[in-house]
């Protein structure tokens, strides 16, 4: 709920990762090519003598660049992740915590844009507020009407759950409002990430508790990720990719090594206890494998080439890479129809990132 303060969706410039962002300025955040130059996307004026049609379709694809829609699906393996910690089986109150989430880090997402408008006619004049295509209180009144919307669907899961939303979106607009040029930048972004997991499991199970080790691994990735973000419009040293990718490889060894910690409460749902079971192992570490490919080798280009444009790349893979990370997590806690249900959206992320920018 980039990495937009639920990822780490331009964390930084012009960014969640929950959020998350994957994000800053998170996505979200939470792709292949992340920069969207003026001449790929609409620009200001396009709607006018294009007849209705066109200027609907134009003004639909303006909210899915604000949005950041591909990072979308970077945001239900949050809540799955988290169920799976509490050995219950997803629910109706998970999808309430998922439509919670999608709801908070969209507000992030418009938040983000509203905040960075001065620097995004500098740095990004084709995106929607600096292009005109939007106008700035259309988007300042969507981040308010998420919010609200995305509090009321946690209240709705019940009140453990409300207990971890509220606190989500405080951090979600402290981040784009105040914190997100400052050093506690990164952590504010990871700690949405973290939060938006265990909003999932305090709505599934009630407790967050099992879920704090599942959430810690996410938001380190997310804090990775974001500081990584901080040479995304002008460049930067190699150190920041070097510490993320030392970070991708100690997380993924992690994963495949060290199997979740059983909760307290027996399991009612035997696939989400900690299990040995062969294809859950395997799964785990096929996972952690495809999270290390999505978010090392760009990471890599990155630290050997701190340009613009590669780093914008390695933050944008570090987005998409929080779907296999979700999922292995899930895996670890033997959630195996979670995991697999999670690993499952990352062909679309990829596919529609190549066409509206999550970063």
């Not at 919670?100 to 992030?108: D, K, P, W």
């Not at 970070?247 to 035997?270: D, E, F, I, K």
Request: aromatic residues 4%; hydrophobic residues 45%; positive net charge.
């Amino acid at each position: 709920m980039t990495p937009r303060p639920l990822g780490p969706d331009r964390p930084t410039t012009t960014s969640p990762p929950h959020g998350p962002t994957q994000s800053p300025s998170p996505t979200p955040t939470l792709s292949p090519s992340p920069t969207q130059s003026p001449s790929q996307g609409p620009r200001a004026g396009t709607t006018s003598g294009a007849g209705a049609g066109a200027g609907a379709g134009t003004g639909a694809r303006a909210w899915a660049e604000l949005l950041r829609l591909p990072a979308l699906f970077t945001v239900p393996g949050d809540a799955l992740a988290g169920a799976a910690t509490t050995g219950n089986r997803p629910n109706p109150r998970t999808l309430l915590a998922i439509a919670s989430s999608f709801c908070l880090y969209e507000a992030g997402m418009a938040l983000n844009d509203w905040a960075d408008q001065a620097e995004d006619a500098l740095d990004r004049p084709h995106r929607p507020l600096p292009s005109g295509r939007i106008r700035p209180r259309a988007a300042l009144v969507a981040a308010g009407a998420l919010t609200a919307a995305g509090l009321a669907l946690a209240a709705r899961a019940g009140r453990p759950a409300l207990a971890v939303a509220a606190p989500l979106a405080a951090t979600v607009w402290a981040y784009d409002l105040a914190l997100k040029r400052t050093p506690a930048g990164p952590a504010a972004m990871a700690t949405a990430r973290g939060l938006d997991l265990l909003l999932g499991a305090t709505a599934t199970g009630g407790s967050a508790r099992p879920a704090l080790p599942s959430a810690l691994t996410l938001a380190t990735h997310t804090l990775a990720v974001t500081t990584v973000s901080s040479g995304e419009t002008r460049g930067g040293s190699p150190l920041a990719p070097l510490a993320a990718l030392a970070t991708t490889g100690t997380l993924a060894w992690t994963l495949t090594r060290t199997p979740q910690a059983p909760g307290t409460a027996p399991s009612r749902y035997p696939a989400a206890a900690p299990s040995r079971h062969p294809a859950a192992d395997t799964l785990r570490t096929v996972l952690a494998a495809a999270f290390v490919a999505t978010s090392g080798r760009p990471l890599l280009h990155a630290a050997l080439n701190p340009s613009p444009p590669l780093t914008q790349r390695a933050v944008g893979g570090g987005i998409r890479a929080m779907i296999p990370l979700q999922a292995a997590l899930a895996a670890r806690s033997g959630a195996l129809a979670s995991a697999l249900l999670t690993a499952a959206l990352a062909p679309a992320a990829r596919r529609f990132a190549r066409k509206v920018s999550v970063t």
